[in-house]
Protein backbone atom coordinates (compact mmCIF):
# COMPACT_ATOMS: atom_id res chain seq x y z
CA UNK A 1 0.00 0.00 0.00
CA UNK A 2 1.64 3.19 -0.84
CA UNK A 3 2.04 5.93 1.60
CA UNK A 4 1.36 9.15 1.68
CA UNK A 5 3.55 12.11 0.63
CA UNK A 6 4.86 13.95 3.24
CA UNK A 7 2.79 16.67 4.64
CA UNK A 8 4.80 20.37 3.96
CA UNK A 9 6.04 22.53 7.04
CA UNK A 10 4.66 25.97 7.07
CA UNK A 11 6.31 28.31 4.68
CA UNK A 12 7.81 25.16 2.72
CA UNK A 13 5.82 25.69 -0.80
CA UNK A 14 5.89 29.50 -0.73
CA UNK A 15 10.25 28.92 -0.01
CA UNK A 16 9.76 26.71 -2.87
CA UNK A 17 8.41 29.30 -4.75
CA UNK A 18 10.72 32.24 -4.16
CA UNK A 19 13.73 29.63 -5.12
CA UNK A 20 13.00 28.83 -8.60
CA UNK A 21 12.92 32.62 -8.89
CA UNK A 22 16.13 32.54 -6.93
CA UNK A 23 17.98 29.44 -9.28
CA UNK A 24 17.20 32.14 -12.58
CA UNK A 25 19.15 34.92 -11.26
CA UNK A 26 22.38 32.68 -9.99
CA UNK A 27 21.70 31.72 -13.82
CA UNK A 28 22.05 34.78 -14.76
CA UNK A 29 25.19 35.88 -12.54
CA UNK A 30 26.67 32.68 -14.41
CA UNK A 31 25.93 33.46 -17.71
CA UNK A 32 27.38 37.55 -16.76
CA UNK A 33 30.74 35.66 -15.22
CA UNK A 34 30.96 33.68 -18.66
CA UNK A 35 30.60 36.99 -20.80
CA UNK A 36 32.66 38.46 -18.40
CA UNK A 37 35.48 35.31 -18.96
CA UNK A 38 34.80 35.73 -22.49
CA UNK A 39 35.23 39.43 -23.04
CA UNK A 40 38.47 39.14 -20.68
CA UNK A 41 39.83 36.83 -23.34
CA UNK A 42 39.34 38.62 -26.21
CA UNK A 43 40.58 41.86 -24.35
CA UNK A 44 37.09 43.82 -24.14
CA UNK A 45 34.77 45.05 -22.09
CA UNK A 46 31.88 42.98 -20.78
CA UNK A 47 28.22 44.28 -21.71
CA UNK A 48 25.31 43.73 -19.48
CA UNK A 49 22.44 42.46 -21.07
CA UNK A 50 19.31 43.79 -20.05
CA UNK A 51 15.24 42.45 -19.86
CA UNK A 52 13.71 42.60 -23.10
CA UNK A 53 10.57 45.68 -23.18
CA UNK A 54 7.26 44.16 -22.21
CA UNK A 55 4.91 44.89 -25.55
CA UNK A 56 2.33 47.26 -25.01
CA UNK A 57 -0.92 45.26 -23.87
CA UNK A 58 -4.31 46.60 -25.42
CA UNK A 59 -7.25 46.82 -23.22
CA UNK A 60 -7.33 47.42 -19.42
CA UNK A 61 -5.15 43.88 -19.51
CA UNK A 62 -1.95 45.21 -17.34
CA UNK A 63 1.16 44.84 -18.14
CA UNK A 64 4.00 43.26 -16.28
CA UNK A 65 5.40 45.88 -14.58
CA UNK A 66 2.19 47.25 -13.04
CA UNK A 67 1.69 43.58 -11.80
CA UNK A 68 4.74 43.44 -10.46
CA UNK A 69 4.58 47.17 -8.93
CA UNK A 70 1.27 45.88 -7.24
CA UNK A 71 2.81 42.48 -6.26
CA UNK A 72 5.61 44.43 -4.27
CA UNK A 73 8.02 42.11 -5.64
CA UNK A 74 10.90 44.44 -3.76
CA UNK A 75 9.61 43.38 -0.86
CA UNK A 76 10.33 39.48 -1.05
CA UNK A 77 13.56 38.57 0.82
CA UNK A 78 15.83 36.22 -0.25
CA UNK A 79 19.63 35.11 1.16
CA UNK A 80 22.81 34.92 -1.45
CA UNK A 81 25.99 33.53 0.06
CA UNK A 82 28.30 33.57 -2.44
CA UNK A 83 31.91 32.31 -2.35
CA UNK A 84 34.45 33.15 -4.59
CA UNK A 85 37.75 31.43 -4.58
CA UNK A 86 40.70 33.61 -4.72
CA UNK A 87 43.37 30.65 -4.54
CA UNK A 88 46.42 31.30 -6.93
CA UNK A 89 45.11 29.70 -9.81
CA UNK A 90 42.60 32.70 -10.10
CA UNK A 91 45.24 34.72 -11.35
CA UNK A 92 45.33 32.86 -14.84
CA UNK A 93 43.41 34.13 -17.98
CA UNK A 94 41.94 36.97 -15.66
CA UNK A 95 39.56 34.95 -13.89
CA UNK A 96 39.23 36.61 -10.86
CA UNK A 97 38.75 39.86 -12.55
CA UNK A 98 35.56 38.56 -14.57
CA UNK A 99 33.99 37.53 -11.46
CA UNK A 100 34.31 40.72 -10.08
CA UNK A 101 32.79 42.20 -13.18
CA UNK A 102 29.94 39.95 -13.36
CA UNK A 103 28.82 40.59 -9.45
CA UNK A 104 28.44 44.32 -9.98
CA UNK A 105 25.25 44.10 -12.65
CA UNK A 106 23.91 40.97 -10.87
CA UNK A 107 24.09 42.95 -7.20
CA UNK A 108 22.61 45.85 -8.87
CA UNK A 109 19.58 43.56 -9.89
CA UNK A 110 18.89 42.23 -6.10
CA UNK A 111 15.79 43.63 -4.28
CA UNK A 112 16.95 45.93 -1.64
CA UNK A 113 15.42 43.35 0.91
CA UNK A 114 17.77 41.09 -0.29
CA UNK A 115 20.41 40.17 2.09
CA UNK A 116 24.13 39.19 0.58
CA UNK A 117 26.64 37.03 2.20
CA UNK A 118 29.85 37.88 0.19
CA UNK A 119 33.38 35.63 1.33
CA UNK A 120 36.63 34.76 -0.22
CA UNK A 121 38.30 31.37 0.45
CA UNK A 122 41.65 30.23 -0.32
CA UNK A 123 44.14 29.03 2.62
CA UNK A 124 40.68 30.08 4.78
CA UNK A 125 37.38 31.77 4.12
CA UNK A 126 37.07 35.45 5.06
CA UNK A 127 33.90 37.63 5.26
CA UNK A 128 34.14 40.24 2.73
CA UNK A 129 30.01 41.98 3.49
CA UNK A 130 27.10 40.63 5.34
CA UNK A 131 23.94 43.04 4.99
CA UNK A 132 21.84 44.31 1.96
CA UNK A 133 22.69 45.21 -1.24
CA UNK A 134 22.45 49.01 -1.14
CA UNK A 135 25.90 49.88 -2.27
CA UNK A 136 26.81 47.17 -4.75
CA UNK A 137 29.81 49.52 -5.71
CA UNK A 138 30.71 49.34 -2.27
CA UNK A 139 30.41 45.88 -2.32
CA UNK A 140 32.62 45.07 -4.89
CA UNK A 141 35.12 47.28 -3.96
CA UNK A 142 35.58 45.18 -0.78
CA UNK A 143 36.42 42.64 -2.59
CA UNK A 144 40.67 41.58 -2.74
CA UNK A 145 41.92 43.87 -5.93
CA UNK A 146 43.50 40.71 -7.28
CA UNK A 147 43.74 36.75 -6.73
CA UNK A 148 46.26 34.95 -5.02
CA UNK A 149 49.02 34.77 -4.73
CA UNK A 150 50.40 31.57 -6.46
CA UNK A 151 50.89 29.83 -3.05
CA UNK A 152 47.35 30.34 -1.82
CA UNK A 153 45.27 27.30 -1.76
CA UNK A 154 41.72 26.29 -1.61
CA UNK A 155 39.44 25.03 1.18
CA UNK A 156 36.19 24.48 -0.24
CA UNK A 157 34.85 23.21 3.44
CA UNK A 158 35.92 25.45 5.21
CA UNK A 159 34.12 28.04 2.44
CA UNK A 160 30.74 25.95 2.69
CA UNK A 161 31.18 25.83 6.84
CA UNK A 162 30.95 29.51 6.66
CA UNK A 163 28.26 29.86 4.05
CA UNK A 164 25.95 27.52 6.12
CA UNK A 165 26.83 29.19 9.44
CA UNK A 166 25.08 32.50 7.56
CA UNK A 167 22.25 30.93 6.43
CA UNK A 168 21.89 29.50 10.25
CA UNK A 169 21.06 32.90 11.43
CA UNK A 170 17.97 33.90 13.77
CA UNK A 171 16.64 36.35 10.98
CA UNK A 172 17.83 34.10 7.98
CA UNK A 173 15.06 34.06 4.78
CA UNK A 174 12.87 31.33 3.84
CA UNK A 175 14.99 30.93 0.68
CA UNK A 176 19.03 30.51 1.21
CA UNK A 177 21.06 30.14 -1.98
CA UNK A 178 24.93 29.64 -2.23
CA UNK A 179 26.52 30.25 -5.13
CA UNK A 180 30.63 29.49 -5.55
CA UNK A 181 33.02 30.22 -7.93
CA UNK A 182 36.20 28.44 -8.66
CA UNK A 183 38.79 27.13 -11.16
CA UNK A 184 40.14 23.53 -8.76
CA UNK A 185 39.22 21.08 -6.45
CA UNK A 186 39.39 20.87 -2.82
CA UNK A 187 43.00 21.33 -1.93
CA UNK A 188 43.03 22.71 1.55
CA UNK A 189 46.16 23.43 3.76
CA UNK A 190 47.36 20.93 6.31
CA UNK A 191 45.66 22.94 8.91
CA UNK A 192 42.20 22.50 7.81
CA UNK A 193 38.98 20.99 9.23
CA UNK A 194 38.43 19.30 6.02
CA UNK A 195 41.89 17.92 5.36
CA UNK A 196 40.07 15.80 2.25
CA UNK A 197 37.27 15.15 0.55
CA UNK A 198 35.02 13.26 2.73
CA UNK A 199 34.96 12.18 6.11
CA UNK A 200 33.04 13.22 9.57
CA UNK A 201 33.60 16.66 9.19
CA UNK A 202 32.01 16.36 5.67
CA UNK A 203 29.15 14.61 7.65
CA UNK A 204 28.35 17.16 9.85
CA UNK A 205 28.10 19.89 7.11
CA UNK A 206 25.62 17.36 5.11
CA UNK A 207 23.59 17.30 8.63
CA UNK A 208 23.68 21.29 9.38
CA UNK A 209 22.26 21.26 5.20
CA UNK A 210 19.57 18.87 5.74
CA UNK A 211 18.69 20.67 9.17
CA UNK A 212 18.37 23.66 7.41
CA UNK A 213 16.00 22.42 4.22
CA UNK A 214 14.05 21.15 6.88
CA UNK A 215 12.82 24.55 7.12
CA UNK A 216 14.00 26.78 4.31
CA UNK A 217 14.39 26.18 0.39
CA UNK A 218 18.05 25.79 -0.06
CA UNK A 219 20.22 25.45 -3.30
CA UNK A 220 23.74 25.39 -4.74
CA UNK A 221 25.09 26.81 -7.69
CA UNK A 222 28.30 25.91 -8.65
CA UNK A 223 30.29 28.35 -11.52
CA UNK A 224 33.44 26.54 -12.69
CA UNK A 225 35.83 28.54 -13.83
CA UNK A 226 37.90 25.98 -15.62
CA UNK A 227 36.56 23.01 -17.16
CA UNK A 228 39.13 20.37 -15.24
CA UNK A 229 38.12 20.74 -11.70
CA UNK A 230 34.74 22.38 -10.50
CA UNK A 231 34.16 22.01 -6.85
CA UNK A 232 30.96 20.60 -7.98
CA UNK A 233 31.39 17.46 -5.89
CA UNK A 234 32.40 19.02 -2.52
CA UNK A 235 29.37 21.44 -2.94
CA UNK A 236 26.69 18.51 -4.34
CA UNK A 237 27.91 16.28 -0.80
CA UNK A 238 26.82 19.40 1.07
CA UNK A 239 24.06 20.52 -0.56
CA UNK A 240 22.18 18.07 -2.38
CA UNK A 241 20.36 20.03 -4.56
CA UNK A 242 23.19 21.72 -6.56
CA UNK A 243 23.08 22.93 -9.79
CA UNK A 244 26.34 23.11 -11.85
CA UNK A 245 26.48 25.65 -14.90
CA UNK A 246 28.93 25.29 -17.71
CA UNK A 247 29.77 27.78 -20.62
CA UNK A 248 28.63 24.84 -22.56
CA UNK A 249 25.06 25.03 -21.79
CA UNK A 250 24.05 28.77 -22.51
CA UNK A 251 24.08 29.93 -26.07
CA UNK A 252 23.15 33.49 -25.97
CA UNK A 253 24.69 34.74 -22.76
CA UNK A 254 23.13 38.22 -22.96
CA UNK A 255 20.04 37.27 -24.65
CA UNK A 256 19.92 33.98 -21.37
CA UNK A 257 20.38 37.13 -18.60
CA UNK A 258 17.63 38.54 -19.98
CA UNK A 259 15.32 35.94 -19.67
CA UNK A 260 16.67 35.18 -16.58
CA UNK A 261 16.03 37.99 -14.74
CA UNK A 262 12.57 38.65 -15.97
CA UNK A 263 12.20 34.85 -15.08
CA UNK A 264 13.42 35.48 -11.43
CA UNK A 265 10.75 38.38 -11.26
CA UNK A 266 8.06 35.62 -12.28
CA UNK A 267 8.72 33.12 -10.19
CA UNK A 268 8.62 35.68 -7.24
CA UNK A 269 5.24 36.66 -8.44
CA UNK A 270 4.21 33.24 -8.28
CA UNK A 271 5.51 32.63 -5.10
CA UNK A 272 3.00 35.60 -3.90
CA UNK A 273 0.37 34.19 -6.63
CA UNK A 274 0.76 31.05 -5.01
CA UNK A 275 -0.86 32.52 -1.37
CA UNK A 276 -4.28 32.89 -3.35
CA UNK A 277 -4.26 28.99 -4.17
CA UNK A 278 -7.80 27.90 -4.02
CA UNK A 279 -9.17 31.30 -3.08
CA UNK A 280 -12.14 32.86 -5.62
CA UNK A 281 -15.21 35.27 -5.12
CA UNK A 282 -17.68 34.31 -2.45
CA UNK A 283 -21.56 35.32 -2.15
CA UNK A 284 -23.35 36.14 0.38
CA UNK A 285 -27.04 37.19 1.38
CA UNK A 286 -27.89 39.98 3.85
CA UNK A 287 -29.61 38.57 6.89
CA UNK A 288 -33.28 39.31 6.80
CA UNK A 289 -36.97 38.60 7.60
CA UNK A 290 -39.09 36.63 5.21
CA UNK A 291 -39.30 38.43 1.85
CA UNK A 292 -43.01 39.29 0.68
CA UNK A 293 -43.69 38.59 -2.97
CA UNK A 294 -47.21 39.60 -3.34
CA UNK A 295 -46.47 43.30 -3.87
CA UNK A 296 -44.70 42.71 -7.10
CA UNK A 297 -41.80 41.39 -5.76
CA UNK A 298 -39.29 40.96 -3.19
CA UNK A 299 -35.83 42.82 -3.01
CA UNK A 300 -32.98 41.10 -1.58
CA UNK A 301 -28.95 42.38 -0.91
CA UNK A 302 -26.44 40.11 -2.46
CA UNK A 303 -22.47 40.58 -2.05
CA UNK A 304 -19.79 38.85 -3.78
CA UNK A 305 -16.56 39.18 -2.01
CA UNK A 306 -12.85 38.69 -3.72
CA UNK A 307 -11.47 36.23 -0.55
CA UNK A 308 -7.79 36.64 -2.85
CA UNK A 309 -4.85 38.98 -0.80
CA UNK A 310 -3.00 39.56 -3.64
CA UNK A 311 -5.10 38.83 -6.98
CA UNK A 312 -7.69 40.97 -8.28
CA UNK A 313 -10.90 39.09 -10.04
CA UNK A 314 -13.16 39.11 -12.54
CA UNK A 315 -17.15 37.36 -12.99
CA UNK A 316 -18.52 36.91 -16.07
CA UNK A 317 -21.65 35.86 -16.96
CA UNK A 318 -23.16 36.79 -13.49
CA UNK A 319 -26.60 35.42 -12.88
CA UNK A 320 -28.45 34.38 -9.92
CA UNK A 321 -31.63 31.21 -10.07
CA UNK A 322 -33.91 30.32 -7.18
CA UNK A 323 -33.51 26.63 -6.55
CA UNK A 324 -36.58 24.61 -7.86
CA UNK A 325 -38.76 27.76 -8.14
CA UNK A 326 -40.55 29.39 -11.30
CA UNK A 327 -38.96 32.85 -9.69
CA UNK A 328 -36.66 35.32 -11.33
CA UNK A 329 -33.69 37.06 -10.12
CA UNK A 330 -32.43 39.88 -11.89
CA UNK A 331 -30.73 43.25 -10.27
CA UNK A 332 -26.67 41.61 -10.88
CA UNK A 333 -24.53 43.10 -13.92
CA UNK A 334 -23.21 40.63 -16.33
CA UNK A 335 -19.75 41.24 -15.25
CA UNK A 336 -18.24 42.32 -11.88
CA UNK A 337 -14.39 43.40 -11.39
CA UNK A 338 -13.02 43.08 -7.70
CA UNK A 339 -9.88 44.02 -6.25
CA UNK A 340 -8.13 41.61 -3.80
CA UNK A 341 -10.62 41.69 -0.77
CA UNK A 342 -12.96 43.64 -1.91
CA UNK A 343 -16.47 43.48 -1.59
CA UNK A 344 -19.44 44.64 -3.70
CA UNK A 345 -23.09 44.53 -3.15
CA UNK A 346 -25.77 44.70 -5.20
CA UNK A 347 -29.61 44.88 -4.64
CA UNK A 348 -31.18 41.30 -6.38
CA UNK A 349 -35.27 41.77 -6.87
CA UNK A 350 -37.15 38.24 -7.00
CA UNK A 351 -40.37 38.66 -8.83
CA UNK A 352 -42.87 35.63 -10.00
CA UNK A 353 -45.53 33.08 -8.46
CA UNK A 354 -43.84 30.78 -6.13
CA UNK A 355 -44.77 27.12 -7.04
CA UNK A 356 -46.31 26.59 -3.21
CA UNK A 357 -47.22 22.61 -4.11
CA UNK A 358 -50.00 20.83 -1.69
CA UNK A 359 -52.97 21.86 -0.24
CA UNK A 360 -53.73 23.91 -3.45
CA UNK A 361 -56.38 25.76 -1.63
CA UNK A 362 -55.51 29.91 -1.17
CA UNK A 363 -53.16 29.86 1.70
CA UNK A 364 -50.06 31.40 2.91
CA UNK A 365 -46.67 30.13 1.91
CA UNK A 366 -43.41 30.95 3.30
CA UNK A 367 -39.89 28.75 2.54
CA UNK A 368 -36.14 28.91 2.52
CA UNK A 369 -34.99 28.57 -1.14
CA UNK A 370 -31.69 28.02 -2.09
CA UNK A 371 -29.96 30.99 -3.86
CA UNK A 372 -27.41 29.86 -6.59
CA UNK A 373 -24.86 32.58 -7.65
CA UNK A 374 -23.54 31.27 -11.57
CA UNK A 375 -20.56 33.02 -13.02
CA UNK A 376 -17.05 32.59 -14.53
CA UNK A 377 -14.38 33.12 -12.37
CA UNK A 378 -10.80 34.32 -13.36
CA UNK A 379 -7.99 36.77 -12.98
CA UNK A 380 -6.95 39.82 -15.83
CA UNK A 381 -3.17 38.98 -14.39
CA UNK A 382 -3.49 35.58 -16.69
CA UNK A 383 -3.00 36.91 -19.57
CA UNK A 384 0.10 38.94 -18.70
CA UNK A 385 1.42 36.49 -16.76
CA UNK A 386 1.53 32.74 -18.67
CA UNK A 387 4.45 31.36 -17.11
CA UNK A 388 2.35 31.64 -13.69
CA UNK A 389 0.44 29.28 -12.52
CA UNK A 390 -3.28 30.30 -11.31
CA UNK A 391 -5.26 28.54 -9.10
CA UNK A 392 -8.32 30.42 -8.80
CA UNK A 393 -11.53 28.38 -8.20
CA UNK A 394 -14.00 28.67 -12.02
CA UNK A 395 -16.95 29.30 -9.68
CA UNK A 396 -18.55 31.83 -6.96
CA UNK A 397 -18.94 29.72 -3.85
CA UNK A 398 -22.18 30.40 -1.81
CA UNK A 399 -24.17 31.62 -0.78
CA UNK A 400 -24.76 28.95 1.82
CA UNK A 401 -28.36 30.74 3.01
CA UNK A 402 -31.17 30.50 0.86
CA UNK A 403 -33.79 33.33 1.09
CA UNK A 404 -36.86 32.97 3.19
CA UNK A 405 -39.94 34.25 0.77
CA UNK A 406 -43.56 34.58 1.39
CA UNK A 407 -46.44 34.69 -0.53
CA UNK A 408 -50.43 34.22 -0.75
CA UNK A 409 -51.03 31.37 -2.69
CA UNK A 410 -53.67 29.35 -5.05
CA UNK A 411 -57.23 30.55 -5.24
CA UNK A 412 -60.03 30.84 -2.92
CA UNK A 413 -62.21 28.11 -5.35
CA UNK A 414 -59.23 25.78 -5.79
CA UNK A 415 -60.31 23.88 -2.67
CA UNK A 416 -63.98 23.78 -2.88
CA UNK A 417 -63.69 23.26 -6.78
CA UNK A 418 -61.81 20.02 -5.62
CA UNK A 419 -63.73 18.90 -3.42
CA UNK A 420 -67.15 19.72 -4.60
CA UNK A 421 -66.35 18.39 -8.26
CA UNK A 422 -65.93 14.71 -7.16
CA UNK A 423 -69.03 14.89 -4.56
CA UNK A 424 -70.88 16.26 -8.32
CA UNK A 425 -70.00 12.99 -9.96
CA UNK A 426 -70.14 10.87 -6.86
CA UNK A 427 -73.66 11.66 -6.36
CA UNK A 428 -74.54 11.28 -9.83
CA UNK A 429 -73.29 7.99 -10.07
CA UNK A 430 -75.42 7.46 -6.36
CA UNK A 431 -78.67 8.54 -8.25
CA UNK A 432 -78.00 6.70 -11.17
CA UNK A 433 -77.49 3.56 -9.05
CA UNK A 434 -80.50 3.76 -7.43
CA UNK A 435 -82.66 4.95 -9.94
CA UNK A 436 -81.52 1.73 -11.73
CA UNK A 437 -81.19 -0.49 -9.16
CA UNK A 438 -83.50 1.19 -6.16
CA UNK A 439 -86.24 2.37 -8.27
CA UNK A 440 -88.87 4.10 -6.66
CA UNK A 441 -91.97 1.41 -6.20
CA UNK A 442 -95.60 1.41 -6.43
CA UNK A 443 -98.82 -0.61 -6.85
CA UNK A 444 -100.04 -3.45 -4.59
CA UNK A 445 -97.89 -6.84 -3.18
CA UNK A 446 -100.42 -10.01 -2.86
CA UNK A 447 -99.52 -12.30 -0.25
CA UNK A 448 -101.39 -15.78 0.22
CA UNK A 449 -100.84 -19.00 0.75
CA UNK A 450 -99.69 -21.10 -2.14
CA UNK A 451 -101.59 -23.99 -1.68
CA UNK A 452 -105.35 -23.98 -0.50
CA UNK A 453 -107.18 -21.01 0.93
CA UNK A 454 -105.91 -18.57 3.42
CA UNK A 455 -105.61 -15.31 4.53
CA UNK A 456 -103.97 -12.64 2.36
CA UNK A 457 -102.15 -9.37 3.29
CA UNK A 458 -101.93 -6.41 0.93
CA UNK A 459 -98.87 -4.25 1.06
CA UNK A 460 -98.69 -1.22 -0.90
CA UNK A 461 -95.43 -0.60 -2.15
CA UNK A 462 -93.64 3.08 -2.00
CA UNK A 463 -90.40 4.01 -2.02
CA UNK A 464 -87.01 2.54 -3.07
CA UNK A 465 -86.89 -0.38 -0.23
CA UNK A 466 -89.97 -1.69 1.44
CA UNK A 467 -89.42 -3.72 4.80
CA UNK A 468 -92.05 -6.79 4.61
CA UNK A 469 -93.81 -7.73 7.79
CA UNK A 470 -97.66 -8.90 6.72
CA UNK A 471 -99.64 -9.07 9.53
CA UNK A 472 -102.13 -11.90 9.07
CA UNK A 473 -99.28 -14.49 7.46
CA UNK A 474 -96.76 -13.69 9.36
CA UNK A 475 -92.77 -13.83 8.78
CA UNK A 476 -90.58 -11.03 7.54
CA UNK A 477 -88.39 -9.58 4.71
CA UNK A 478 -87.76 -7.06 2.28
CA UNK A 479 -88.35 -6.03 -1.22
CA UNK A 480 -86.75 -3.16 -3.64
CA UNK A 481 -86.76 -2.81 -7.15
CA UNK A 482 -84.75 -2.98 -9.81
CA UNK A 483 -85.35 -1.61 -13.31
CA UNK A 484 -85.40 -4.31 -16.31
CA UNK A 485 -85.53 -4.30 -20.07
CA UNK A 486 -86.81 -6.96 -22.07
CA UNK A 487 -85.94 -8.87 -25.12
CA UNK A 488 -89.12 -7.62 -26.67
CA UNK A 489 -88.14 -4.10 -25.59
CA UNK A 490 -90.67 -3.70 -22.54
CA UNK A 491 -89.47 -1.85 -19.72
CA UNK A 492 -90.19 -1.70 -15.85
CA UNK A 493 -89.33 -2.50 -12.62
CA UNK A 494 -88.98 -6.03 -10.59
CA UNK A 495 -89.24 -6.69 -7.53
CA UNK A 496 -86.61 -8.06 -5.66
CA UNK A 497 -87.91 -10.08 -2.70
CA UNK A 498 -86.30 -12.05 0.38
CA UNK A 499 -88.84 -13.54 2.64
CA UNK A 500 -88.69 -15.69 6.16
CA UNK A 501 -91.77 -17.23 7.21
CA UNK A 502 -90.11 -16.99 10.93
CA UNK A 503 -88.33 -14.07 10.19
CA UNK A 504 -84.75 -15.83 10.73
CA UNK A 505 -82.42 -15.82 8.09
CA UNK A 506 -81.82 -19.48 8.32
CA UNK A 507 -84.56 -20.12 6.39
CA UNK A 508 -85.10 -16.65 4.12
CA UNK A 509 -85.34 -16.91 0.77
CA UNK A 510 -84.95 -14.35 -2.58
CA UNK A 511 -86.43 -14.34 -5.49
CA UNK A 512 -87.55 -11.77 -8.69
CA UNK A 513 -90.89 -10.60 -9.17
CA UNK A 514 -92.05 -8.59 -12.57
CA UNK A 515 -95.51 -6.56 -13.09
CA UNK A 516 -98.04 -9.33 -13.36
CA UNK A 517 -96.18 -11.99 -12.30
CA UNK A 518 -96.37 -14.44 -9.06
CA UNK A 519 -93.68 -16.42 -7.34
CA UNK A 520 -93.91 -18.79 -4.34
CA UNK A 521 -91.32 -18.44 -1.59
CA UNK A 522 -91.44 -20.69 1.44
CA UNK A 523 -95.10 -21.99 0.44
CA UNK A 524 -96.00 -18.52 0.48
CA UNK A 525 -97.55 -16.54 -3.37
CA UNK A 526 -96.61 -13.33 -4.25
CA UNK A 527 -98.15 -11.29 -6.72
CA UNK A 528 -97.09 -8.02 -7.82
CA UNK A 529 -100.13 -6.17 -9.00
CA UNK A 530 -99.40 -2.76 -10.64
CA UNK A 531 -101.93 0.24 -9.22
CA UNK A 532 -104.35 1.32 -10.83
CA UNK A 533 -102.63 4.53 -12.22
CA UNK A 534 -100.13 2.19 -13.72
CA UNK A 535 -100.13 -0.65 -16.75
CA UNK A 536 -102.44 -3.38 -16.56
CA UNK A 537 -101.47 -7.16 -15.65
CA UNK A 538 -99.98 -9.16 -17.72
CA UNK A 539 -102.47 -10.83 -19.86
CA UNK A 540 -103.25 -14.70 -19.55
CA UNK A 541 -101.55 -17.15 -22.05
CA UNK A 542 -103.66 -18.15 -25.58
CA UNK A 543 -106.28 -20.78 -24.54
CA UNK A 544 -106.96 -19.00 -21.12
CA UNK A 545 -104.18 -20.78 -19.41
CA UNK A 546 -102.20 -18.96 -17.07
CA UNK A 547 -98.64 -18.88 -17.05
CA UNK A 548 -97.15 -21.49 -14.65
CA UNK A 549 -95.72 -20.57 -11.23
CA UNK A 550 -92.16 -19.90 -11.05
CA UNK A 551 -90.21 -23.14 -8.99
CA UNK A 552 -89.32 -22.33 -5.77
CA UNK A 553 -85.79 -22.39 -5.11
CA UNK A 554 -84.36 -25.48 -3.44
CA UNK A 555 -84.97 -24.90 0.25
CA UNK A 556 -87.12 -21.98 0.38
CA UNK A 557 -90.47 -24.15 1.29
CA UNK A 558 -90.34 -25.34 4.60
CA UNK A 559 -88.91 -28.06 6.23
CA UNK A 560 -92.40 -29.40 7.12
CA UNK A 561 -95.68 -28.29 5.08
CA UNK A 562 -96.36 -26.17 2.54
CA UNK A 563 -96.04 -22.44 4.28
CA UNK A 564 -95.47 -21.25 7.77
CA UNK A 565 -98.11 -23.63 9.70
CA UNK A 566 -96.92 -26.71 10.82
CA UNK A 567 -99.90 -28.56 9.47
CA UNK A 568 -102.29 -28.11 6.60
CA UNK A 569 -103.02 -23.96 6.15
CA UNK A 570 -106.44 -23.46 7.54
CA UNK A 571 -109.50 -23.07 5.96
CA UNK A 572 -110.99 -19.39 5.38
CA UNK A 573 -114.16 -18.66 7.19
CA UNK A 574 -117.49 -18.97 5.84
CA UNK A 575 -118.85 -15.32 4.34
CA UNK A 576 -121.66 -14.36 3.37
CA UNK A 577 -122.10 -12.83 -0.30
CA UNK A 578 -121.39 -9.57 -0.62
CA UNK A 579 -120.22 -7.39 -3.38
CA UNK A 580 -116.88 -6.70 -4.33
CA UNK A 581 -115.13 -4.41 -2.61
CA UNK A 582 -114.25 -0.84 -4.19
CA UNK A 583 -111.40 0.59 -4.72
CA UNK A 584 -111.96 2.69 -1.50
CA UNK A 585 -111.23 -0.79 0.32
CA UNK A 586 -108.50 -1.58 -0.88
CA UNK A 587 -105.47 -0.77 0.84
Request: net charge positive.
Amino acid sequence: MNKPPPRPRPGRTRARAVHRGVHRAVAGLAALVLTALAAAAAGTTPAVARPAADPARAGSTPSRSEIYSELGLDQVPADYVILVDVSGSMMSKGRYSSVRAALLPFLTGLSPRDYVALFTFGNKAETVYLGHPSDPKGIIGKLPAKAGPSGVQTDIGAALDRGLTELERPDAAEVGSVVMFTDGKHDPPKSSKYPKSDGPAWDALRDRSDELADGHELAAYSLPLATDETGTAQLARVIPNTTELRPDSVQNLAEYLGRATERSRARKAGRLIAEDAGKGVTATLAHTGALDLDNGGATAKLTLTATTKRLPLTVTGLRAILDGQPLTVTGLPDQVSLKPGAARQFDVQVRGEPDAGWPPGRRTWEEEIGLTVHGKVATPWAATLDDVKFDVPAAVDGPAKGLRLRAEVGSPLTLPLLIGVPLAALLVVLLLWLRQNRAVLSGVLVLSPALGDGPQDHIALRGRQLALVPPQIGGSGRVYGRRFRAADGLRGIALHLRYSPDGTPARSADAVCRPGEEVVINGIRFAYRQDRDGQPSAAPRAGGVPDPMPIPRPGSLPPDGDGPWRSAPPRPTAQPDRPAPSERDLP
